[in-house]
């Protein structure tokens, strides 16, 4: 993918990320994106999309332990956002 096409696509991930609908996910995942996305591989982009595609109130219960994270999500781009909300 061209850095053009790399950049129109953090931005929209980044939009996305802040204007979810939930407050707390806005915040969380809006704060992430903007420290993370820049330096995210396309493959990393594409794991950090799939997560967005979640419901807010399922991300919020993988981060908090109250459910346990699906296979699908356990992955660096996840395991880096669990950190980032624990140590920001």
Known sequence: MHDHA??????R????S???GCLECDLLLGRFA???LPYFAEAQLERFERLLDEPDADILAWLTKRRRLP???DHDVFHLLA?????P
């Open 34 to 36: 903007e420290r993370y």
């Open 83 to 87: 950190d980032f909300v624990t140590n």
């Open 71 to 73: 296979a699908r999500h």
């Open 18 to 20: 802040r204007y979810r």
């Open 13 to 16: 991930l980044l939009y996305r």
């Open 6 to 11: 790399l950049d129109v696509r953090r931005k």
